[in-house]
């Protein structure tokens, strides 16, 4: 079959490199995998054969049938589909046959079994050690299903599971791209466990790896190329209820012989290596460190390694201890295996991710098993096709541009006959400007935006209508199947960045005129650091014009780093140690540790402008400097100090000496006997808790700030169960797991959100009441789970159309065991369908605020 053209790639998750995974998607349903490369173990009749085994296809008798009844832990039956060279894959499909209401039979659960030569077998687990994926409950929904860890493989089969004796069809799809690494194994000291000084153990072992197991792993594939990278601190991890270490594997160095831990890696081809990039742990407080050195040696068939190797000495970081990816260049050495030796800087090291860069010149996707060579030229016809793809990007970009210098002329307009309006109108018209205008800042963020939205209604709910939306609305309403469905697309001029992720198919355009949520401006959205933002409308042009502004340059020498709490597209946001802080705050700042007088050391987050940052990011950057400076309460982090004296460009604000609710909620049991172990909580501490966050989202509301991504997370914990809001959570690795990627690079945190807020876009006051009765849920859970814990993603957001629809079939969280009936009571208050329905967070605070009278 001939090589498909690269055109627009469709994919969701950033891969750890653009190197290591592409070629356009491919599937079963789109007929771009061949007939005689899909088979399987037997077939009911020649109609229901392995071929007509497509996704959301009805030709044959519907799907493939095996010839008799499957049987339960009777795994003999298999649909198997041969992709002709190794492929990178992250999500797949399942349906039963249908048959145009002819057909009941489908597959209520299955396994997948994989191999990358065809002989050695595989059968794929999750991250959890799970084997059986729950698949149809009907002939004719399509299920589609996650692959954690992605698994790599040239041949992939399906093979169905049932409970009881039943007849099973199977229709599939596969989702992925090519794997450019070529890496077929990679052999390695077994990873080792870590015990810290306060007896919590560490487990670094590659809990995913594929191959043998003993006291090294051979001839397989695990952590070290499953596209997650690690966290900053080790003992973090990226899943849910995986023990400490879960994204490492590492070593110690007295375990080793010559002070280095050797690691080979088997390819599929002989390549030309251009370098080798490893994702390293740096916390070297903790004795951890990158490697100080590696030496690298080739091997070009299955003889001896070639004698001179390739040396590389790092200049080691002892100020950063974030994790980072080390880049070894390779100087284009030819060879089908490389065998390198890593050389310890301290007692530990530890490995997330590696990855290879191999070949030179475009490549194009095979279908066929072929021998690549990276010195041969690509075939032209291939090459016109790419140029013409080329030149369509390069139009569309153009047409964009223009779209946008567009806007930017009659956003200037409408500020202009604003401005005309302001000097003519007198405090009328004043005020009216002022109920017009609407600013979106992000706590930690890049930007702040400006809208012009009209107000409809003057009573206090109804006033909602004059809050940010972060793009025009039509009148439809999206189906949250089809709003799940829908194909996210390529946004041309956007980086090619390959595909590590899941692709999600598109069986119906989403209604015209309705953009989703995601096809907002991401970058206005995200902010600086990635957090969420605030909406502010009714906001002064005094707030940003200077007046009244007071805040202290600090010198920034003083700073001492201690570790980076998240990152986004254009800053940072790191935790800092400083003395002296108190000389540069106002006197009515109640600040933790800054009691008069005292020389204490305190703890400040620190988010910093990166030095690539665009224009238009820093005078944002600036202008949130000046709105965050107003505001003033004791519930919300405060801005301390400023470094803009030179770059890069820092703000300082508070943070609490506990971190954020969640851990701090996760860390501590129900009340219990005073001999308990655990740091215990009582539901009197929850409730002042939770009053607290209902006090300050009250002041924000007050100044009609719509925060958007209210949860624990973003709450932090001071002495005396003291809480104050901020928004670090969507900047924070450690929560990536708590918001859903959907188009391009937006990210939502769709737990916590209304069902308008998902469906139509639209975020208010009440919104922010929603994801404070989950907020609230989480608070009485002691942070134990996720929201709706039991449903996927996809289930989240069809909720959310039961909500709509309110039919009485949506699914409420359940009542915590701690939280008694008038709590409980609270949140459903906040979770009713209709937003004027809902109490507003001065009615929350007071009856949370009252004296318990169900302790």
Known sequence: MPALPMCLLVLLVTPLSSQRCAGTPWECRGGHIPDEDISASSQWSESTAAKYGRLDSEDGDGAWCPEIPVEP?????????????????TLVGTQGRHAGGHGNEFAPMYKINYSRDGTRWISWRNRHGKQVLDGNTNPYDIVLKDLEPPLIARF??????????????????????VWLDGLVSYN???????????????????????????????????????????????????????????????????????GYVEITFEFDRIRNFTTMKVHCNNMFAKGVKIFKEVQCYFRSDAGEWEPNAISSVLVLDDVNPSARFVTVPLLHRMASAIKCQYYFADTWMMFSEITFQSGTGTLTMPMAPTTYDPTLKVDDSNTRILIGCLVAIIFILLAIIVIILWRQFWQKMLEKVGAAMLSLGGPASRRMLDDEMTVSLSLPSESSMFNHNR?????????????????????????PSRLIRKLPEFTPGEEDTGCSGLVKPSPAAVPEGVPHYAEADIVNLQGVTGGNTYSVPALTMDLLSGKDVAV?????????????????????????????????????????????????????????????????ARNDFLKEIKIMARLKDPNIIRLLAVC??????????????????????????????????TPTVSYRDLRFMASQIASGMKYLSSLNFVHRDLATRNCLV??????????????????????????????????????????????????????FGVTLWETFTLCREQPYSQLSDEQVIENTGEFFRDQGRQTYLPQPALCPDSVYKLMLSCWRRDTKDRPSFQDIHRLLHEPAGDE
């Not at 992939?156 to 791209?177: A, K, Q």
């Not at 108190?582 to 109640?590: N, P, Q, R, V, W």
């Not at 770059?647 to 049991?669: S, V």
């Open 552 to 616: 202290e340059e600090f010198p920034r020498k003083l700073l001492t780093f201690k570790e980076k709490l998240g990152e986004g597209q254009f800053g940072e946001v790191h935790l800092c140690e400083v003395e002296g802080m108190e000389k540069f705050t106002d006197k009515d700042l109640a600040l933790q540790g800054l009691e008069a007088g005292s020389n204490r050391p305190v703890l400040v987050a620190v988010k910093m402008l990166r030095a690539d940052a665009n224009k238009n």
């Open 156 to 177: 992939v089969r399906f093979i169905p599971v049932t409970d009881h004796s039943m007849n099973v069809c199977l229709r599939v799809e596969l989702y992925g791209c």
């Open 455 to 479: 107000s409809s209604s003057s009573s206090e709910h109804e006033s909602n209508s004059t809050y940010d939306r972060i793009f025009p609305l039509g009148p439809d309403y999206q189906e």
């Open 188 to 258: 390695a000291p077994a990873g080792q466990q870590l015990v810290l000084p306060g007896g919590t153990v560490i487990y670094l072992n590659d809990s995913v790896y594929d191959g043998a197991f003993g006291y090294s792993m051979t001839e397989g594939l695990g952590q070290l190329t499953d596209g997650v990278s690690g966290l900053d601190d080790f003992t973090q991890t990226h899943e849910y209820h995986v023990w400490p270490g879960y994204d490492y594997v590492g070593w110690r160095n007295e375990s080793t012989a010559g």
């Open 644 to 677: 803009i004296a030179d770059d890069p460009l820092c703000m300082i604000t508070e943070y609490m000496e506990n971190g954020d609710l969640n851990q701090f909620l996760a860390r501590h049991e129900a009340h219990s006997p005073p001999d308990a172990q």
């Open 73 to 89: 832990d009777d795994l003999k039956e298999f649909l198997q589909i041969d992709l002709r060279a190794l492929h990178f894959i």
């Open 718 to 771: 001071g002495k005396r169960y003291t809480i104050k809001i901020a928004d670090f959570g969507m900047s924070r690795n450690l929560y990536s797991g708590d918001y859903y990627r959907i188009q391009g690079r937006a990210v939502l945190p769709i737990r916590w959100m209304s069902w308008e807020s998902i469906l139509l876009g639209k975020f208010t006051t009440a919104s922010d009441v929603w994801a």
